[in-house]
């Protein structure tokens, strides 16, 4: 079994950057790919970008390429989103999840075996 705890959210003004954390727990060694979705009030959850832990390789959403980064420190078992500019639009709870399948880097909700709790974040205008 594996939990997933996330940080890092809140409320930031347009434009701003924000860091959220994923950490995982529960197993010594955790070889799964994560990913990050977000899913904002009346809308489906949508995939923002995943990494797989053995070799660092990301895959992103074409709305958040080149504003968002995903990363890994493989030693603190945590996963981190970057998120710069944020717009408004980007108000949302954001979760981030673990893929059993470790040479998998899928966007599909259903492919993700665990997810953490989903901070909120905020962006006014």
């Known amino acids: 079994q594996v939990q997933l705890v996330e940080s890092g959210g809140g409320l930031v003004q347009a434009g701003d950057f924000l860091r959220l954390s994923c950490a995982h727990s529960?197993?010594?060694?955790?070889?799964?790919?994560t990913g990050w979705f977000r899913q904002a009030p009346g809308k489906e959850r949508e995939f923002i970008a995943a990494i797989r832990r053995s070799d660092g390789r990301t895959y992103y959403a074409d709305s958040v390429k080149g504003r968002f980064t995903i990363s890994r420190d493989n030693a603190k078992n945590t996963v981190y989103l970057e998120m710069n500019s944020l717009s408004p639009e980007a108000t949302a709870v954001y979760y981030c999840?673990?893929?059993?399948?470790?040479?998998?880097?899928?966007?599909?909700?259903?492919?993700?075996?665990?997810w953490g709790q989903g901070p909120r974040v905020t962006v006014s205008s």
């Open positions: 999840a673990a893929d059993r399948a470790t040479l998998r880097l899928s966007s599909l909700v259903g492919d993700y075996d665990y």
């Open positions: 529960g197993r010594t060694f955790n070889p799964y790919t």
